[in-house]
């Protein structure tokens, strides 16, 4: 059983910066795609950003593409989020994901429905 566990966020200024951790337990499978999502207070849930942990291809947004980086430290098990140049829009619930894959390709895994695997989430919230 794959457990996620989430921190890094809390309250910064716009154009600040914050990096969201998950750490990963229990994986068994060699490759996983690793996501972040977020929820904003009464929207649906979105896909920021997407690591496989094989072979670190990524995926990003448009709206956090050249703000937001994603990676991932085999080592220590766990997926960042680095993210900078914040705005008010990014204020969101957090969640980290995974998901057992054997493709290679981050395209496969670019909705929630994908993911078997969720964090509690990390609250970020980004004052004008």
Not at 91 to 98: I, L, P, R, S, V
Request: hydrophobic share 35%; charged share 15%; proline share 2%.
């Amino acid at each position: 059983q794959v457990q996620l566990a989430e921190s890094g966020g809390g309250l910064v200024q716009a154009g600040g910066s914050l990096r969201l951790s998950c750490v990963v337990s229990g994986r068994t499978s060699t490759n996983y795609a690793m996501g972040w999502f977020r929820q904003a207070q009464g929207k649906d849930r979105e896909c920021v950003a997407v690591i496989m942990w094989r072979n670190m291809d990524t995926y990003y947004s448009e709206s956090v593409k050249g703000r937001f980086t994603i990676s991932r430290d085999n080592d220590k098990n766990t997926v960042y989020l680095q993210m900078n140049s914040l705005k008010p829009e990014d204020t969101a619930h957090y969640y980290c994901a995974a998901t057992p894959t054997s493709m290679s390709f981050v395209t496969v895994a670019l909705t929630e429905a994908k993911y078997n695997y969720w964090g509690q989430g990390t609250q970020v919230t980004v004052s004008s």
